[in-house]
């Protein structure tokens, strides 16, 4: 009990929130490489998946591939890189690591989504004239749009989690407060941290949740 009277006098100190070591810039640091890592992961699994959906081709292969990357600890590949030529360019590793961590999720429940598509709908929209590109965006895109919304969800959530990584190779983020508190034995600092990022995640988690409710009911939820 008096640890976690401990965390709320930490939480409720105004000095642990402010300056370049507080939570406010910790908290921005984390959303910046969230949205980072969120960002390139999507636009590398996004196009793949939305094309091989509309192909019905090789989608298998690359969602299986993709699902294998997640037996590998995120924290195995940030160290495996740091070893690398790529370990000089500071939160480089991180950014690939955290990349490579969030493509799963993305890349199955795009592709997921665009074969779940009504086919009944796909052939009347190709009776209509449609061309490709236009099935693509008028038709599959909109329909699968609930279930790319999930795994974009799902991604963000794991990031903000898993980002903490980051402050274990001297990068920024909520993780930070954490390391600190174990460099200065401070259990309450430690938990205050860890409390910050489960309250950032369940926010992110809610926040796309609202806005998966502006998305068609058909296919919400999904794979993961």
């Known amino acids: 009990m008096n640890t976690l009277t401990e965390v709320g ?5 105004a000095a642990n929130w402010s300056g370049e070591n507080g939570v406010w810039h910790r908290l921005v640091e984390h959303l910046l490489l969230t949205v980072v890592c969120l960002a390139l992961s999507a636009l590398i ?9 509309h192909l019905g081709r ?12 997640r037996a590998v600890p995120t924290f195995a590949v940030l160290v495996l890189l ?3 030529p790529l370990g000089r360019y500071g939160e480089l590793p991180t950014v690939i690591a955290l990349v490579l961590f969030a493509v799963p999720p993305l890349l199955t429940n795009a592709y997921v ?21 236009q099935l693509v965006w008028r038709v599959e895109v909109p329909l699968a749009l609930p279930l790319v919304l999930t795994g974009v969800r799902i991604a963000a959530v794991q990031l903000v989690a898993t980002a903490t990584l980051a402050a274990l190779v001297g990068g920024g983020g909520l993780g930070r407060i954490i390391t600190a508190g174990f460099n200065l034995a401070s259990t309450p600092q430690v938990v205050a941290g860890a409390v910050l990022v489960a309250v950032f995640a369940l926010l992110v988690e809610a926040a796309f949740v609202a806005g998966q409710r502006l998305a068609p009911a058909r296919a919400r939820g999904g794979p993961r």
């Open 45 to 53: 699994a996004l196009p793949v998946a939305l094309t091989l959906g």
């Open 113 to 133: 989504g665009m074969r779940t598509v009504d086919q009944d709908v796909v052939r009347a929209a190709r009776g209509m004239g449609m061309t490709g590109p």
């Open 58 to 69: 090789g989608g298998a292969l690359a969602v299986n591939l993709a699902n294998a990357g």
């Open 9 to 13: 006098t930490w939480l409720a100190t």
């Open 82 to 84: 740091l070893l690398t």
